[in-house]
């Protein structure tokens, strides 16, 4: 039985969220052992809390440069793993991995990286669901690991704090506060903005309030979509805990397919995820019933997994009142 276990996923904000499936497995299956997560700074920040977890290492590869990484392969050397799993293995994770020399080392198959484990997992291209596929390499290891949703936690002073920022960006009332996000990394996934306009006043002239929610490099964006209309906030400048915070401590979300949604839909909170180019089957691994809830609208062109895209016809064809309803339906029953 191992008793030192080390699971690895340096990268990004949703994908990070989407392993927490497999923390909890790990901790049913090895109840007293050491548990440790390595990922890269910031998305560590998500995992705090987290009751199956003993540490979190997190690394900002670009500040610490080749020494510093150097140093990680030492402290994972000294660390004495029985059991490394590597969820992403990518060139970088793969070497991390390896470094341990962990007595059973797991990870994806790949021809190039193979060498770095000792159990290569090939998942069967029938398993859609990312946290499935995650699953897949405990699975492999002949462990227990029925399919759980992706979960995030927060304690009661971080919702009180969550709770203040909000107010101090102008939401007064998060309880009945509906965060709604414009912006998105990739153009493509990007409801139209005129929508998310008509969204807060629909949101608003139900008996909750809205406000605008803007990550990094979207505060530009995020203030046009309203002009500046002082009856709809806009929080930015949170980091990735003090987003988990507000998140939190609002009524719910509504947002573009990404990280966010996935990290309110882990807290629990009424969520609504807008998907367009992307597949609903693989990045939205919530269920149906709950309190997240994935809208998309069939076109002939989707999924095409583009990042860009000239008219968007499968997010043009998603209605104002059909995302509204949802989320105060999720509000009302939560």
Not at 1 to 25: F, H, K, N, Q
Not at 39 to 45: D, K, M
Not at 138 to 143: E, F, H, I, Q, V
Not at 229 to 234: A, L, M
Request: aromatic content about 8%.
């Amino acid at each position: 039985m191992a008793e030192r276990i080390l699971i690895s996923r340096l990268r990004y904000m949703g994908d990070v969220v989407l392993t927490t499936p497999c923390v909890r497995r790990l901790r049913d299956n090895f109840p007293d052992a050491k548990i440790d997560y390595l990922t890269q700074a910031p998305y560590g920040e998500l995992l705090l809390e987290n009751p199956f977890l003993n540490e979190i290492i997190s690394v900002d590869f670009r500040r610490v440069g080749t020494f510093g990484s150097l140093r990680l392969m030492w402290k994972l050397l000294r660390a004495r793993y029985d059991l490394a799993i590597d969820l992403l293995s990518n060139p970088r994770s793969a070497l991390l991995t390896a470094s341990t020399l962990a007595r059973r080392r797991v990870g994806t198959y790949h021809l190039s990286r193979s060498w770095a484990y000792n159990l290569n997992v090939r998942v069967p291209l029938s398993v859609r669901s990312a946290v499935e596929h995650h699953l897949e390499h405990l699975r492999a290891l002949g462990l227990q690991a029925s399919a759980s949703l992706p979960e995030l936690f927060v304690n009661e002073n971080e919702k009180r704090e969550g709770a203040r920022l909000l107010k101090e960006a102008g939401a007064q009332a998060p309880a009945r506060t509906v965060l709604l996000q414009p912006g998105a990394k990739w153009q493509a996934k990007r409801w139209p903005s005129k929508r998310f306009a008509e969204l807060a006043r629909a949101v608003s002239a139900n008996g909750l309030r809205a406000a605008l929610l803007a990550g990094p490099g979207e505060e530009a964006y995020t203030r046009s979509v309203l002009s500046g209309r002082p009856e709809f906030p806009v929080v930015s400048g949170l980091g990735l805990r003090q987003l988990a915070r507000v998140l939190s401590a609002a009524a719910g979300y509504v947002g573009n397919d990404g990280g966010p949604a996935h990290v309110s839909a882990a807290l629990g909170k009424p969520t609504v995820s807008i998907f367009g180019p992307s597949e609903p089957d693989i990045w939205f691994p919530y269920g149906s019933g709950g309190k997240a809830v994935c809208v998309y609208a069939e076109a002939q062109c989707r999924p095409c997994h583009l990042h860009f895209c000239e008219h968007v016809s499968c997010l043009e064809a998603i209605g104002v009142e059909r995302v509204a309803s949802e989320i105060r339906r999720l509000v009302d029953w939560a």
